[in-house]
């Protein structure tokens, strides 16, 4: 219950602060970056759904918005049949539930995103950044067998205007990296590519690959900057799946553990202090934390979704027990550890997360609770 309190009082007081307005970054022309203090970000915007999220966070005035994936759904869905002849669920389904869309679908659902009125006013204040999830890679759970993959990965950079000669339109994945603020108070953003290398779930193999480690090592090992966000479309620390299984699975980095164990090995032996997780996609929100991943405990701040909650799953009359049943599901089926402390919180609500210089502050709060 106090972690659910101090969850609370992090979304209230992060929406309260005040700091400047302007921004800066690495890839920007200003030669006197200024100090970013507002960072929001979110995932799961239903593009043919309504969007009222964008008004709070446009009031937020963020200087800096990340897309945290399926930033748009591009994918198609049959409807649930369990049975007849067309059937879409269980063990005996004969036909996909999901099925991609065409290259001229998927870019007409970006601009219907892009257009939103409110999210257009979002771009005009703040510098938009992100990556990608499954829907917006093409298909749902989909990893680097998918084919159309390098025809999202164009439309991706085009919804996010990226330059035509970015390193991003030439190499394989839309991984990436942001240095933000004046030397002293910098703030690094590292996006993650969690879909275009990834092997098939269940084989415990790669979520990166090979050429994006050795990125990740390199960016991690570079100079220091006081605060650094790495951003994972799929949720870091929570094991939610290990509990949920064999019912269902939510994709995470705990499906595949032997790459979980040398990113945080990876982290560690960098020396790097400043370092958090940011994810998105299951529809819901939680603040995890992981006390054996580092010199220090490492967090993940998991904000899902923009348009999208775990409540709108199911029918209006159990949405009530679904947020009993995340809210009453114990940390410890969440962060599994025979030697380390854990917690873990969640709001089943749809709203952004919006980091600011308070973060830390509540975060050593959410620490020492």
Same mark, same amino acid.
């Given at each position: 219950?106090?972690?659910?309190?101090?969850?609370?009082?992090? %979304?209230? +007081?992060?929406? &309260?602060? !005040? $700091?400047?307005? /302007?921004?800066?970054?690495?890839?920007?022309?200003?030669?006197?970056?200024?100090?970013?203090?507002?960072?929001?970000?979110?995932?799961?915007?239903?593009?043919?759904?309504?969007?009222?999220?964008?008004?709070a966070?446009?009031?937020?005035?963020?200087?800096?918005?990340?897309?945290?994936?399926?930033?748009?759904?591009?994918?198609?869905?049959?409807?649930?049949?369990?049975?007849?002849?067309?059937?879409?669920?269980g063990?005996?389904?004969?036909?996909?539930?999901?099925?991609?869309?065409?290259?001229?679908?998927?870019?007409?659902r970006?601009?219907?995103?892009?257009?939103?009125?409110?999210?257009?006013?979002?771009?005009?204040t703040?510098?938009?950044?992100g990556?990608?999830?499954?829907?917006?890679?093409g298909?749902?759970?989909?990893g680097k067998?998918?084919?159309?993959?390098?025809?999202?990965?164009? %439309?991706l +950079?085009?919804? &996010?205007? !990226? $330059?035509?000669? /970015?390193?991003?339109?030439?190499?394989?994945?839309?991984?990436?990296?942001?240095?933000?603020?004046?030397?002293?108070?910098q703030?690094?953003?590292?996006?993650?590519?969690?879909?275009f290398?990834?092997?098939?779930?269940?084989?415990?193999?790669?979520?990166?690959?090979d050429?994006?480690?050795?990125?990740?090592?390199?960016?991690?090992?570079?100079?220091?900057?006081?605060?650094?966000?790495?951003?994972?479309?799929?949720?870091?620390i929570?094991?939610l799946?290990?509990?949920?299984?064999?019912?269902?699975?939510?994709?995470?980095?705990?499906?595949?553990p032997?790459?979980?164990?040398?990113?945080y090995?990876?982290?560690?032996?960098?020396?790097?202090?400043?370092?958090f997780?940011?994810?998105?996609?299951?529809?819901?929100?939680?603040?995890?934390?992981?006390?054996?991943?580092?010199?220090?405990?490492?967090?993940?701040?998991?904000?899902?979704?923009?348009?999208?909650?775990?409540?709108?799953?199911?029918?209006?009359?159990?949405?009530?027990?679904?947020?009993?049943?995340?809210?009453?599901?114990?940390?410890?089926?969440?962060?599994?550890?025979?030697?380390?402390?854990?917690?873990?919180?969640?709001?089943?609500m749809?709203?952004?997360?919006?980091?600011?210089?308070?973060?830390?502050?509540l975060?050593?709060?959410?620490?020492?609770m």
């Amino acid at each position: 219950m106090a972690a659910c309190i101090i969850w609370q009082r992090f %979304l209230h +007081l992060l929406v &309260l602060f !005040e $700091a400047a307005s /302007s921004f800066s970054s690495s890839h920007g022309d200003s030669s006197h970056p200024a100090v970013v203090s507002r960072i929001a970000f979110g995932s799961c915007s239903n593009q043919s759904a309504p969007q009222p999220i964008w008004d709070a966070i446009v009031d937020f005035d963020p200087q800096v918005f990340v897309w945290l994936g399926d930033n748009i759904y591009g994918d198609n869905k049959h409807p649930f049949r369990l049975l007849g002849k067309e059937r879409t669920i269980g063990p005996w389904k004969n036909m996909p539930r999901f099925f991609p869309s065409t290259e001229e679908e998927m870019r007409r659902r970006y601009q219907l995103a892009k257009s939103n009125p409110g999210y257009s006013k979002l771009r005009r204040t703040a510098q938009v950044i992100g990556t990608w999830d499954d829907h917006d890679y093409g298909l749902n759970d989909a990893g680097k067998e998918f084919s159309g993959k390098n025809i999202s990965q164009r %439309l991706l +950079l085009d919804f &996010l205007d !990226e $330059a035509e000669d /970015s390193p991003r339109r030439q190499q394989a994945g839309v991984y990436t990296s942001y240095l933000f603020g004046p030397k002293g108070k910098q703030v690094k953003v590292i996006l993650l590519d969690t879909r275009f290398h990834r092997d098939p779930l269940f084989s415990d193999g790669t979520i990166l690959g090979d050429s994006q480690w050795q990125w990740l090592e390199k960016e991690l090992n570079s100079p220091g900057s006081e605060i650094t966000i790495i951003a994972s479309s799929i949720q870091v620390i929570s094991n939610l799946s290990a509990t949920t299984g064999p019912l269902f699975y939510t994709e995470s980095w705990g499906r595949f553990p032997k790459e979980r164990e040398r990113l945080y090995r990876l982290i560690k032996d960098s020396k790097r202090s400043g370092i958090f997780f940011i994810s998105g996609d299951v529809h819901f929100g939680e603040v995890t934390r992981y006390d054996c991943g580092a010199q220090y405990p490492l967090y993940d701040i998991t904000s899902s979704g923009l348009t999208q909650a775990i409540e709108k799953v199911v029918p209006p009359p159990l949405a009530v027990i679904t947020r009993a049943i995340a809210w009453l599901t114990p940390t410890t089926m969440r962060v599994f550890s025979v030697t380390c402390r854990y917690r873990s919180c969640t709001y089943g609500m749809t709203a952004p997360m919006i980091i600011s210089k308070v973060s830390y502050l509540l975060i050593a709060w959410f620490y020492y609770m």
